[in-house]
């Protein structure tokens, strides 16, 4: 069955970095674009990144631009998300996504937990 | 950036009963909405994409309509299950931004 397991969450000092990774299985990865969703503790869900079927697009929301990094490894069916200067308002649980063609998300992993804190 | 913006931020309905939540956009975004559901310490879970379309294995129960600015979330004969928070999303632009969310409570 199609799977999505994201890991690499913990606790982070501000300013250091972080790498995110979802493992999937259970259907073709190259045939989906991926993205990262977060959501801050008792907040809604925000949009992170998205990173296009074979790789070469990508697209950030302007809080994380220059310091997050997404990307795709079609050859392991992961995807990745490089955080970089994490600040205390980059606290939040990291979910990734894929979006089929012609469609929206439709399966998520379950979130890595990511708390930046001194 | 299209903003989203839902209504209500809550929700009381009963079993049995029926609950309505708009969703407005910013800007027209066709129908290039989808709608999610989350539960508590859960991830979200897909149910509608362009707008009227429902995922596999989400039942006819939930409904979607609209298009261009406004959209309607209509989720019919609600039980127990169905209590939990929703939340709009265009996909129409770049970043794919999401409404605040509905929380849907007894």
């Known amino acids: 069955q199609v799977q999505l397991v994201e890991s690499g969450g913990g606790v982070v000092q501000p300013g250091r970095s972080l790498t995110l990774s979802c493992a999937t299985s259970?259907?073709?990865?190259?045939?989906?674009?991926f993205h990262w969703v977060r959501q801050a503790p008792g907040k809604g869900l925000q949009w992170v990144a998205v990173?296009?079927?074979?790789?070469?697009?990508?697209y950030y929301i302007d809080s994380v631009k220059g310091r997050f990094t997404i990307s795709r490894d079609n050859s392991k069916n992961t995807l990745f998300l490089q955080m970089n200067s994490l600040t205390t308002e980059d606290t939040a649980v990291y979910f990734c996504a894929r979006r089929p063609r012609g469609s929206s998300l439709d399966s998520w992993g379950q979130g890595a937990l990511v708390t930046v804190s001194s | 950036d299209i903003q989203m913006t839902q209504s209500p931020s809550s929700l009381s309905a009963s079993v049995g009963g029926r609950a309505t939540i708009s969703c407005r956009a910013g800007?027209?975004?066709?129908?290039?909405l989808a709608w999610f559901q989350q539960k508590p310490g859960k991830a979200p879970k897909s149910l509608i994409y362009?707008?009227?379309s429902l995922h596999s294995g989400v039942p006819s129960k939930f409904r979607g309509s609209g298009s261009g600015t406004v959209f309607t979330l209509t989720i019919s004969d609600l039980q127990p299950e169905d209590f939990a928070t929703y939340y709009c999303?265009?996909?129409?632009?770049?970043?794919?931004?999401f409404g605040q969310g509905t929380k849907l409570e007894f």
């Open positions: 362009a707008a009227s």
């Open positions: 999303q265009q996909y129409h632009r770049y970043p794919h931004t």
């Open positions: 800007q027209d975004i066709g129908n290039f």
């Open positions: 259970g259907f073709s990865f190259s045939s989906y674009s």
């Open positions: 990173i296009s079927f074979g790789g070469s697009n990508t």
